[in-house]
């Protein structure tokens, strides 16, 4: 994971796309850890998925100094 915050970047939203770059994240671990409540919810637009830079910059400053942690 990136030690860059989202919102230092001047971004507003992510896709799911640039979510998995920022993060260096597979698109698939954010999903599934958002369906597990272990990442910040996204909010609907139109048809596609985006999350707010300031929840995802929430989310990674709440991490601890080993980073995200498997099953669980």
């Known amino acids: 994971?990136?030690?860059?915050c989202p919102e230092?970047?001047?971004v507003l939203m992510y896709s799911l796309e640039s979510a998995s770059?920022?993060?260096n994240l597979p698109p698939s671990t954010i999903r599934d850890m958002e369906r597990k409540?272990?990442?910040p919810a996204a909010v609907r637009?139109?048809?596609r998925l985006q999350w707010k830079?300031?929840?995802i910059q929430g989310w990674v400053?709440?991490?601890?100094p080993q980073g995200v942690k498997g099953g669980q």
């Open 1 to 4: 994971m990136t030690s860059q």
């Open 8 to 10: 230092d970047q001047g």
């Open 61 to 64: 400053s709440s991490l601890s």
């Open 21 to 23: 770059q920022a993060l």
């Open 45 to 47: 637009i139109g048809r």
């Open 37 to 39: 409540g272990q990442f």
């Open 53 to 55: 830079a300031k929840d």
